[in-house]
C-alpha cells in the first residue's frame, strides 16, 4: 500500500523537509538559516524556533496544494530523549514533555518530534521518530573518560549512520550485522562512529562534547586553558557554551560557518555581498584543513577501536558536498580500508522509510518512557 508520508528533520542550520506520495516525491527542500536568522533565539531555548520552522512547513504544504488531511504519517528527526534503543518511537506525551523542557540537551534535533507532533494534530494523522540522536550501543570501554563524574555518552547522527552503513553494506551483498565500519557524518555537527556486526561500540559526541571541530562547534580543546577560562570572571557559562557550540569551530576562525562560501573564498579570494568572513584567505584555508586534520583523527582512532578490521570507511553529510574535504579527508585514510562518500544527507529516506515501516506494522511502533 502506498503511504503519503511528511518527513522534518531540523538541523542546526537548515530544515531538511520532505513529502512523498508512495514513493514519489512531491517536494524535498533543504531551508538553510544564516546566523542573522537565528540570532533573535540566542540564549533561548531551542523550542523558540518552533514557530518560524512550523510556518515554513505550513507553507511549503501550502504553496505545493497539499491537503493536510491526505497525510497518512509524520516524521520528524529524534531529539534529545534519554538513551533508548534503536528503532521507531511514536511521539508521545512523555517524550514532548522531554524534548520542550531540554531535560537531556537542548538541540535543534528536538523540534522534529514536536514539530511533527503538531502538524499531525492538524492531519489528524499518527506522528513519529526513528533512530534518534541518543541510541547507546557503546561498549563499557568506551564509558569511561577519566573522570568517573563525567562519563562519555553516546549523542551522534545515529539515523544517518546507519542508513549509510547498511546501504553499502548491501551493495557489498552483506548484512549490517556482519560487517565493521568507520562512518563520518559531517553537517553543522560531527560524529564518527565505529560499526561492529550491527552496533556502534564507539562514537564521538556530535553534541557539544569529545571529537573533531565542525562548522560551529569546537570539538576538543585542551582542558587546562578551558578550566582557566570557565573561572576567569570574563565570559558567562551561556557564553563558553556557545563557543563549544553555535560559535566555535569553523565560526569562530572565520566569521561563517557556511563551507560552501568559505571555499569560494579559498579558491577566488573574493567575497558574497554581505559576507561574514572576518579572516584571510590563507587563514581561511588553515582553518578549513585543521577541520579535516582533525576529522580524519577520529576515523584513525575509530580504526584503532575495530582493531584494523575495517571493511569500508563511509564519509556522509552535507560536508560531502565539499569538492576538496571528500578528497582531503581520503588521502589522509584510504590506506585504512576502501572510502566510500555519500554527499548530502540520507536521512530524509531513511525517516520516510521508517514511517512506511510503522503503517505497514504498527506492532513495531515503540513507546517512550521517562
Not at 564521538?204 to 578550566?227: A, I, K
Not at 584567505?281 to 578549513?288: P, Q, V
Request: charged content about 20%.
Amino acid at each position: 500500500m502506498a503511504y503519503n508520508i511528511l518527513v522534518i528533520n531540523p538541523g542546526s542550520m537548515s530544515d531538511d523537509i520532505g513529502y512523498y506520495r508512495g514513493n514519489k516525491p512531491v517536494f524535498e527542500v533543504t531551508v538553510r538559516y544564516s546566523l542573522t536568522d537565528l540570532e533573535p533565539y540566542e540564549g533561548k531555548n531551542v523550542t523558540a524556533q518552533i514557530p518560524l520552522r512550523r510556518k515554513l512547513i505550513l507553507d511549503y504544504l501550502l504553496d505545493h496544494q497539499v491537503p493536510l488531511k491526505e497525510i497518512d504519517a509524520v516524521i520528524g528527526r529524534g531529539g534529545l530523549i534519554h538513551p533508548v534503543e534503536g528503532g521507531v518511537y511514536a511521539v508521545n506525551e512523555p517524550m514532548i514533555a522531554d524534548l520542550t523542557s531540554g531535560k537531556y540537551g537542548s538541540h535543534p534535533s528536538n523540534l522534529g518530534g514536536i514539530l511533527a507532533k503538531d502538524i499531525a494534530k492538524f492531519a489528524g494523522c499518527p506522528s513519529f521518530i526513528a533512530n534518534p540522536v541518543v541510541i547507546d550501543e557503546l561498549q563499557p570501554v568506551a564509558r569511561l573518560s577519566g573522570m568517573p563524574e563525567n562519563p562519555r555518552i553516546s549523542i551522534f547522527h545515529a539515523l544517518s549512520q546507519k542508513r549509510v552503513a547498511r546501504m553499502i553494506a548491501d551493495k557489498l551483498g552483506k548484512p549490517y550485522e556482519k560487517i565493521n565500519c568507520i562512518v563520518c557524518h559531517g553537517g553543522g555537527g560531527v560524529s564518527v562512529g565505529a560499526h561492529k556486526q550491527g552496533k556502534v561500540i564507539d562514537v564521538t559526541n556530535g553534541f557539544e562534547g569529545d571529537g573533531p571541530m565542525t562548522p560551529q562547534r569546537s570539538g576538543c580543546t585542551p582542558n587546562s586553558e578551558l578550566v582557566k577560562m570557565c573561572f576567569s570572571g570574563n565570559y558567562t557559562e551561556r557564553e563558553i557554551r556557545l563557543k563549544l557550540r553555535g560559535k566555535g569551530g569553523l565560526v569562530a576562525y572565520t566569521g561563517t560557518a557556511d563551507v560552501k562560501e568559505l571555499e569560494e573564498f579559498i579558491a577566488t579570494g573574493k567575497k558574497r555581498p554581505g559576507s561574514l568572513i572576518t579572516c584571510t584567505r590563507a587563514e581561511a584555508k588553515l582553518a578549513r584543513d585543521a577541520m579535516v586534520y582533525q576529522m580524519s583523527k577520529a576515523i584513525g582512532e575509530m580504526a584503532v577501536v575495530l582493531e584494523g578490521k575495517i571493511d569500508f570507511i563511509a564519509l556522509t553529510g552535507g560536508l560531502m558536498n565539499s569538492v576538496y574535504i571528500p578528497q582531503d579527508i581520503s588521502r589522509y585514510v584510504s590506506w585504512l580500508a576502501p572510502v566510500y562518500v555519500f554527499p548530502g544527507s540520507e536521512e530524509k529516506d531513511a525517516l520516510r522509510d521508517a514511517a512506511r515501516r510503522a503503517l505497514q506494522n504498527p506492532n513495531m511502533v515503540k513507546q517512550y518512557n521517562n
